[in-house]
């Protein structure tokens, strides 16, 4: 098995040899890529410009009554034969110009550079990401293509009562099911999965993927997790459930929280909404009492668990912890593992983490809104080592915290 300093000093070799010169070959590409985004940002900047002095003449014209921009709404008026005509249709020519320069021009260079910016990236991991995953051992990238999502709606309800459908041959790697027995999500009806990767590391086979898991319904989208979940056998025997957690962050534990806020916008929405007094109160009355049954529900269906005291004060301060068993769970919570948690909290930047212990497995998510796992990025140069240096930590972040449960097992701690 390789040492951390040995791996790093093939990587950094194996970075000078094969990498540099392919990502140098493609900076080529990376600059007319870059060049076209600029290109389309000044064109739509430009159109924005037009736009705004195009409103802003129209209108100090009509103040003003006596310039080019006078001259033509009297002709329109002369040739309608209808004032309420010609001012309609240059309201609406005043609307349409307005909402093309503030909405229009905004959203089409968003998703224009987004497309490009993927279609970059996917390209650069193609044809680079094999050479560099060589250097970690057997372990390959699984690309995710988008799901597909059906909703079904009861009428005259906000419930959703619908199945997520996946895209054909992209089951996720990671299965829903897996989430719902870590105990460390809530409910959601919508998943999109990002880069995953599969492999075996020192003899323990791990699985990690880049998610997003959202409740959506017609009163809006409830954010879930996004970021990257690592799932990995343990070799310690587990038969109770642990969770640590971030302090503030929602688990199957206190997931009543969400119904709360489902409840909550649904009587808020009907408030608000164009119907009598009375109707507004029997829908109040009848959304609230479904989400109460349903949070009693939730809440008696949650596993009961006692919280730990851990001496660590710096992870205390900021996590949580909670054992069905006390005893099985400080003997899965040693300090050497909540060091190398920390450390994984710390190489993704996340502000939010959260682990669970689960029928002999080890599920962790870290919380974090960064896209991981890129190798470059279309508006800086390839030949700057930072995003690959990124990569590398990531990687080798997870891959210390697979290799502590085999080194634990080699010492029989």
Same mark, same amino acid.
């Given at each position: ?205 791990? $699985?990690?993927?880049?998610? +997003?898991?959202?409740?959506? *319904?017609?009163?809006?989208? &409830?954010? %879930? /997790?996004? @970021? ?40 808020? $929405?009907?408030?608000?909404? +164009?119907?009598?007094?009375? *109707?507004?109160?029997?829908? &109040?009355? %009848? /959304?609230? @009492? ?124």
């Amino acid at each position: 098995m390789k040492s951390y300093i040995e791996r790093t000093l093939e990587f950094h070799e194996l970075y000078k040899t094969e990498i540099l010169p392919a990502f140098r070959a493609y900076e080529v590409y990376r600059k007319n890529a870059e060049s076209r985004l600029k290109s389309f940002k000044y064109g739509m900047l430009a159109v924005c410009i037009f736009c705004t002095f195009l409103v802003i003449a129209i209108l100090a014209g009509l103040l003003e009554g006596n310039n080019f921009i006078t001259r033509i709404f009297e002709q329109l008026l002369y040739a309608s034969n209808d004032n309420f005509a010609g001012i309609f249709i240059l309201t609406l020519v005043i609307i349409g110009t307005a909402v093309i320069s503030a909405l229009w021009v905004p959203t089409a260079y968003y998703y224009y550079a987004k497309k490009q910016r993927k279609a970059f990236s996917l390209t650069l991991k193609h044809d680079c990401l094999d050479k560099i995953l060589k250097v970690f051992g057997d372990i390959k990238w699984v690309q995710q293509t988008p799901l597909e999502f059906s909703y079904n709606y009861a009428e005259n309800s906000d419930a959703f009562s619908g199945d997520i459908n996946y895209a054909e041959n992209n089951t996720p790697l990671i299965s829903d099911e897996d989430l719902e027995k870590s105990g460390l999500f809530t409910f959601y009806n919508y998943r999109a999965d990002d880069d995953s990767f599969e492999g075996t590391y020192n003899g323990v086979t791990f $699985k990690i993927t880049e998610t +997003d898991l959202q409740h959506r *319904s017609r009163n809006g989208a &409830i954010d %879930v /997790f996004k @970021g990257v979940i690592i799932s990995f056998n343990s070799n310690k025997k587990i038969t109770n459930r642990t969770i640590i957690s971030t302090k503030g962050d929602i688990t199957k534990q206190n997931e009543w929280i969400i119904h709360l806020l489902i409840l909550l916008t649904a009587c808020l $929405k009907t408030i608000t909404a +164009d119907i009598s007094f009375w *109707s507004k109160a029997f829908f &109040i009355i %009848v /959304f609230g @009492g479904i989400y109460l049954l349903l949070i009693k529900k939730s809440r008696e269906n949650t596993e009961k668990f006692d919280e730990m005291k851990l001496e660590d004060s710096r992870f205390s301060r900021k996590f949580n912890a909670f054992s069905s068993d006390q005893v099985e769970g400080r003997y899965l919570l040693t300090t050497a593992f909540i060091e190398r948690f920390q450390n994984l909290n710390t190489a993704f930047g996340a502000k939010r983490a959260k682990c669970s212990f689960f029928k002999n497995n080890i599920m962790i998510a870290i919380q974090t809104k960064k896209n991981l796992f890129e190798l470059g990025s279309l508006d800086k140069t390839l030949e700057d080592p930072d995003s690959i240096n990124d990569f590398y930590n990531e990687i080798s972040s997870i891959l210390k915290m697979v290799d502590y449960f085999k080194l634990d097992e080699k010492t029989g701690l």
